[in-house]
């Protein structure tokens, strides 16, 4: 299956490393970074009593039992060992809240640049990617970065600190065993090294897999009835058992390659505490070392297993947050959409002008649109018709910028489009889709959306749209949530409400893309009404498969395969003879049926 993944590339250009990471994060962590300093300090604090314990021992041992033992180590330890214990549970509460405050506050201003950068990225980036693997990356992965922050960098830091604190001890009581224990930290390293490189390429194939899984879900749950009305039911099981089987076997493959990292580690310190008992028994026989020396000893080298366990246990999840920052740099470095120039547009004309326009959308041999030109004159209405996939729908997306064309130029008030502000241009154009689009919020902000709603205004809107009554009968009138993408409404007073967003806009150029499409013969007829009473003044460009909602259009450009093969009014197309009426004998003979 081909991956969805893409947006997964290398931090600075090169593959991503726990070193680059930290490169991207500086910038996060730098206004917070005295906070990680006292975090930091914290885990030093905590990880330097774990040499406390050992040192303890020693003259507990040597001089607190027996018949000269000594009473100031009878009463000095008990008191010493409590002491400790309180010093490392403040420093560990310290550095646990110190590092959740700036994992937390970098795990916000992340989420912030992945939601900024993806709303800012052209037209092209939401074609290439699905909404799993985006809702995936922002909600999801940056999880793994939080984990690599807490747990990963407590384990690196407190433990690595306990490892160097107890073998700094270790080689104080006796240098020549400490040797002997420094031996195994080379294999250990060659070990981790090489279980490394298998975990992030499994990391990154279960990631890929993760993402598959999601789309599946994604595409189940937005086609729920074509599922059920197809008995779908098993096919959609089947695929998600597949892909969850693949996510299990890799995730199988991981546990073993990480799993095999700690029984190793404990063979090769069972071998080194082994020669270390040998060494300290023949110590011992020379009166080289005393019964608390050697306790003492083989104390601390016991409690520098654990963290030397932890650091390696800490491979596997920093592995998967290194995949995770992949993906989440990825979608921070995407490219941008294009801002345009710097000429301002407060409120345009309406004349528009396609200059020779050319568009594909990837192999320069299928053009889209092939050297397109008309021009709309401020206030006409003009209509696109044609079979689908002749180029109707990414003309006019071409107008907003979705897209950039491939050859020729685009104005607007004798001005090529490039050259305005992007947000300026587009704030002179309403569009309304045949794909309507409804966020879960009242029905005002879906008409107001993008401000603060002017609720004489949206009453206007919703009335000229035909919608005002059934509004007025909600419980909660403009105040009534739509819920997600409008399902509390029919198809038709979704449609309708679209419209009224376009009317509120009152914008001077209007797209409307199949914008009576889902309405039925009396409702299209009040908002034809509503329509012809908004294009009045207004640059007006249609798209209709419906070919009798643009009958009275000021002018029909009949387009098939990219060009625009007919022009003219509707009795100027049908004495023509051509294209346009031969679909126009289609819908008639079908309507007649």
Do not use: C
Not at 57 to 67: E, N, R, S, V, Y
Not at 156 to 184: C, E, K, M, P, Q
Not at 477 to 503: F, K, P, W
Request: charged fraction near 15%; hydrophobic fraction near 45%.
């Amino acid at each position: 299956m081909e991956t969805r993944a893409t947006l997964r590339k290398s931090v600075g250009g090169e593959q991503t490393s726990t070193a680059a990471v930290m490169r991207r994060l500086w910038p996060y962590l730098k206004p917070i970074v005295w906070v990680m300093v006292l975090a930091v300090a914290a885990m030093g604090l905590s990880a330097a009593t774990d040499a406390g314990i050992p040192a303890l021992l020693k003259p507990l041992l040597d001089h607190g039992f027996g018949a000269n033992a000594s009473d100031h180590a009878r009463w000095y330890v008990p008191l010493a060992v409590i002491g400790l214990a309180i010093v490392r549970g403040v420093s560990q509460y310290a550095s646990q809240y110190l590092l959740s405050y700036v994992s937390n506050r970098i795990l916000l201003q992340l989420r912030l640049d992945m939601f900024q950068r993806m709303i800012h990225t052209s037209a092209s980036f939401f074609q290439r990617e699905t909404a799993s693997t985006i809702i995936n990356a922002i909600v999801f992965e940056v999880n793994q970065i939080l984990s690599v922050l807490t747990s990963v960098m407590v384990t690196l830091v407190r433990d690595s600190l306990s490892v160097v604190f107890l073998l700094g001890y270790l080689f104080y009581l006796n240098w020549r065993l400490t040797l002997i224990v420094a031996l195994i930290l080379p294999g250990i390293g060659w070990l981790v090294s090489k279980i490394s490189r298998r975990l992030r390429r499994l990391g990154r194939e279960q990631q890929t897999l993760t993402n598959e899984l999601s789309y599946i879900v994604e595409e189940t749950v937005a086609g729920y009835k074509v599922v059920k009305v197809h008995n779908g039911e098993s096919y959609e099981m089947g695929r998600f058992a597949a892909m969850s089987q693949r996510l299990r076997g890799y995730a199988m493959r991981m546990t073993v390659a990480g799993g095999l990292a700690q029984p190793l580690t404990q063979i090769l310190a069972s071998f080194a505490l082994a020669i270390v008992i040998t060494v300290a028994v023949v110590q011992s026989a020379h009166n080289q070392t005393t019964v608390g020396g050697f306790v003492a000893f083989v104390t601390s080298m016991l409690l520098v297993i654990s963290p030397l366990k932890h650091l390696i246990d800490v491979n596997q999840p920093l592995q998967r947050g290194m995949t995770a920052a992949e993906l989440i740099f990825g979608l921070i470095d995407e490219p941008l959409e294009p801002a345009g120039g710097t000429r301002r547009l407060q409120h345009a004309r309406g004349e528009i002008e396609f200059s020779n326009v050319t568009f594909t959308y990837g192999s320069p041999d299928r053009l889209t649109l092939d050297h397109v030109s008309f021009t709309a004159a401020p206030g006409e209405m003009i209509a696109l018709a044609g079979p689908s996939g002749s180029g109707k729908t990414t003309l006019v997306n071409l107008l907003p910028r979705f897209f950039a064309p491939t050859g020729g130029r685009i104005l607007v008030d004798g001005v090529p489009i490039d050259e305005y502000d992007i947000h300026d241009l587009r704030g002179q154009i309403a569009m309304v889709s045949q794909d309507v689009v409804l966020f879960n919020d009242t029905v005002a902000a879906n008409v107001a959306y993008g401000g603060t709603p002017d609720r004489a205004r949206v009453q206007a809107a919703l009335a000229a749209a035909n919608l005002w009554d059934t509004i007025l009968a909600m419980p909660e009138g403009m105040d009534t949530l739509v819920g997600g993408n409008g399902m509390r409404l029919s198809g038709g007073q979704r449609q309708r409400l679209a419209i009224a967003r376009a009317i509120y806009k009152d914008a001077p150029i209007l797209i409307l893309d199949e914008a009576t499409s889902a309405l039925d013969s009396e409702s299209e007829r009040h908002v034809q009404a509503a329509l012809e009473t908004l294009m009045k003044g207004r640059t007006t460009l249609v798209i209709a498969h419906r070919l009798s909602t643009i009958e009275r259009a000021d002018r029909i450009l009949v387009m098939e395969a990219g060009r625009i093969v007919e022009q003219g009014s509707h009795e100027a197309l049908l004495q023509h003879n051509g294209l346009y009426a031969h679909l126009h004998r289609i819908q008639y003979q079908q309507q007649a049926a």
